[in-house]
């Protein structure tokens, strides 16, 4: 299920790279943490924090992506997952917690900033693929 509600936000989702993240991500629970919420019993969502130390600022915990299936969207499923991934933030020592959205859904900028998320400064990306 983490495959279809990875596609379902646009994230790569090849079920066997899929399993081999995981699996990497899994082998450094001090760094990477993952959370799925189940609903009913069914995978309504997930969401991946990972430890962020940097030279230039202090460590900050960072979301590399959160996932909440439609049908359970604005149901408190994605504020839950957050929370959770704070927790550890917290626990970690961090006093900053940062993420990235795409532009999915008109309502997604609304939903962090309920969640008490601001934007930060306005920063390009770059990306190189090797």
Request: glycine share 10%; proline share 5%; hydrophobic share 45%.
């Amino acid at each position: 299920m983490l495959t279809a509600l990875s596609e379902e936000f646009g994230y790569a989702a090849d079920p066997i790279a899929l399993a081999n993240r995981l699996t990497l991500l899994l082998g450094s629970p001090d760094l990477h943490q993952l959370w799925v919420a189940e609903v009913d019993g069914e995978t309504a969502g997930w969401i991946h924090g990972f430890w962020r130390p940097l030279l230039e600022s202090p460590a900050a915990v960072e979301v590399g992506g959160l996932a909440v299936g439609e049908r359970w969207r604005r149901q408190g499923v994605g504020a839950a997952l957050l929370a959770t991934c704070e927790n550890w933030a917290r626990s970690k020592g961090a006093t900053l917690i940062t993420l990235r959205s795409a532009a999915y859904g008109e309502d997604i900028p609304d939903f962090y900033a309920e969640q008490g998320y601001q934007p930060g400064t306005n920063q390009n990306i770059f990306r190189k693929q090797l």
